[in-house]
């Protein structure tokens, strides 16, 4: 009999009637011969009502007591979730992420999931039982509970599905699948039957909000097939693993956009004054994210350094910039903003030289201003003027040809 951990999208969490259809999703497959383990997200509408009462009660509460409170929602959706389960006459039961035995660490103000003690979800599988877990909590070794934070659901399924041997991870979205661009700004978007870790990861970390990064990391490390399908459609989804069965259109299987991308450039009066260590390690300091950087050195010409940030660092950055001008021997900083990136991804970009210049052809054929580039294996991003960004992401879904993908 095979395990399968089913990752509940907080969309089917919002109302009893949406809930109730849930537990009819579970219960399909579990007498589909699968045991099944549910991880589930907080409840976001319940959310608001703790943090009413938590300020009203406590100006400056500590860390702690702020996740053990959040982490109620996540246990409370635990709870009605197998009540709803067996009313139906399905044995069921609900585990908070200590009683689940997952161990967390704290490490550079993030939370990780350390290992997973496997023998409390087996006990209960072994029992008929269908197992629902609160997502995105543990315990550390001093018996607090701790949230992972963003993507910690994702996150959590993923590790018990390594833990408990599952034969995949599904993660259930509003989407039935991962689309070869999103589907409400490329019209012609197709939904992919398979893509590989790396492919996804990339997409992921440029804007995808599919699954977090730090899930697919995991799921890579581990080997774990995730499948990305409806919460509320019986679809064959999305399969995510270490390599896809076709070769057929694998050049580039997706686009991927993120608005709002301010450029700064920094300048020096000579390149000697100028460090790029001192710079970024600055800025990494006070947690600001540098995605694509640009260094200009010419003789001649005073140097500078240019990189693109989120909207919401900019003013940090601009703080942190102007507080170590004179240790980091600057001249002058500028910046620009209305920027988007615009990004193409393949795992097939490796054995097919040219797919760079073939984007930057189409780009400059419609008169699309490219600022910044940056580039992996597989992937290619540049950085556009956030008005043509919708434009930009229709024209290369159309040069790579993606409304014929098959695979």
Same mark, same amino acid.
Request: aromatic share 4%; net charge negative.
């Given at each position: 009999?095979?395990?399968?951990? =089913?990752?509940?999208d907080?969309a089917t969490l &919002?109302?009893?009637?949406?809930?109730? /259809?849930?537990?009819?999703?579970?219960i399909q497959? #579990?007498?589909?011969?699968?045991? %099944? =383990?549910?991880?589930?997200?907080?409840?976001?509408?319940?959310?608001?009502?703790?943090?009413q009462?938590?300020?009203?009660?406590?100006?400056n509460?500590s860390i702690? +007591?702020?996740?053990a409170l &959040?982490?109620?929602?996540? /246990?409370?959706?635990?709870s009605?979730l197998?009540?709803s389960i067996e009313?139906?006459?399905?044995?069921?039961v609900s585990?908070?992420?200590?009683?689940?035995?997952?161990?967390?660490? #704290?490490?550079? /103000?993030n939370?990780?999931?350390?290992?997973?003690d /496997?023998?409390?979800i087996? +006990?209960?599988?072994?029992d008929?039982?269908?197992?629902?877990?609160?997502?995105?909590q543990g315990?550390?070794?001093?018996?607090?509970?701790?949230?992972?934070?963003?993507?910690?659901?994702e996150t959590t399924?993923?590790?018990?599905?390594?833990a408990?041997?599952?034969? !995949?991870?599904?993660? @259930? &979205?509003?989407q039935?699948?991962?689309?070869?661009?999103?589907?409400?700004v490329?019209?012609?978007?197709?939904?992919?039957?398979?893509?590989?870790?790396?492919?996804? @990861?990339e @997409?992921?970390? @440029?804007?995808? &909000?599919? %699954?977090?990064?730090?899930?697919?990391?995991l799921?890579?490390?581990?080997?774990?097939?995730?499948?990305v399908?409806s919460?509320?459609?019986?679809h064959?989804g999305?399969l995510?693993?270490?390599?896809?069965?076709?070769?057929?259109?694998?050049?580039?299987r997706?686009?991927?956009?993120?608005a709002?991308? %301010?450029?700064?450039?920094?300048g020096y009066?000579?390149?000697?004054?100028?460090?790029?260590?001192?710079i $970024?390690?600055?800025?990494?300091?006070?947690?600001?994210?540098?995605d694509?950087?640009v !260094?200009a050195?010419i003789?001649?010409?005073?140097?500078?350094?240019s990189?693109?940030?989120?909207? +919401?660092?900019?003013?940090?950055?601009?703080k942190?910039?102007?507080?170590?001008?004179?240790?980091?021997m $600057?001249?002058?900083?500028?910046?620009?903003v209305?920027?988007?990136?615009?990004?193409?991804v393949?795992a097939g970009m490796v054995?097919?030289?040219?797919?760079a210049?073939?984007? $930057?052809d189409?780009?400059?054929k419609?008169n699309?201003?490219?600022?910044?580039?940056?580039?992996?294996?597989i992937? =290619?991003s540049? =950085?556009?003027p !956030?008005?043509?960004?919708?434009r930009?992401?229709?024209?290369?879904?159309?040069?790579?040809?993606?409304?014929?993908?098959?695979?």
């Open positions: 009999m095979s395990i399968i951990v =089913v990752k509940i907080s &919002t109302t009893p009637e949406k809930i109730e /259809q849930i537990s009819e999703r579970l497959q #579990k007498n589909g011969g699968n045991q %099944i =383990v549910a991880v589930v997200p907080p409840i976001e509408n319940l959310e608001d009502k703790l943090l009462y938590s300020q009203i009660l406590a100006d509460s702690r +007591e702020q996740h &959040t982490a109620l929602n996540a /246990q409370a959706a635990c009605l197998a009540m009313k139906k006459g399905i044995k069921a585990l908070n992420g200590w009683q689940a035995g997952i161990e967390v660490i #704290k490490s550079n /103000q939370v990780l999931i350390q290992g997973i /496997q023998g409390h087996m +006990e209960h599988l072994a008929d039982k269908l197992v629902i877990v609160a997502g995105s315990i550390d070794r001093n018996r607090n509970i701790l949230l992972m934070g963003e993507g910690g659901p399924a993923v590790a018990i599905g390594a408990i041997n599952a034969e !995949q991870v599904e993660i @259930l &979205t509003i039935d699948g991962i689309y070869t661009a999103d589907p409400s490329v019209k012609q978007a197709r939904k992919l039957n398979q893509m590989t870790y790396d492919e996804m @990861l @997409l992921s970390n @440029l804007g995808s &909000t599919y %699954i977090h990064p730090r899930a697919v990391e799921a890579k490390i581990v080997e774990m097939p995730l499948v399908r919460s509320t459609e019986n064959a999305t995510i693993k270490g390599e896809v069965d076709m070769e057929k259109n694998l050049i580039v997706g686009i991927a956009y993120e709002d991308i %301010i450029r700064l450039t920094v009066d000579s390149y000697e004054q100028s460090s790029l260590a001192d $970024f390690t600055t800025l990494a300091e006070h947690q600001i994210d540098v694509i950087i !260094q050195v003789d001649g010409v005073k140097p500078t350094i990189f693109s940030i989120a909207k +919401e660092d900019f003013a940090e950055a601009i942190v910039l102007e507080k170590n001008k004179a240790r980091l $600057f001249s002058f900083a500028d910046f620009e209305g920027l988007a990136k615009v990004s193409i393949g054995s097919n030289p040219g797919v210049a073939r984007m $930057f189409r780009l400059r419609e699309i201003l490219v600022k910044m580039v940056s580039t992996s294996e992937k =290619v540049v =950085v556009v !956030q008005d043509e960004m919708v930009a992401a229709n024209v290369l879904h159309d040069e790579f040809n993606l409304v014929e993908i098959l695979a």
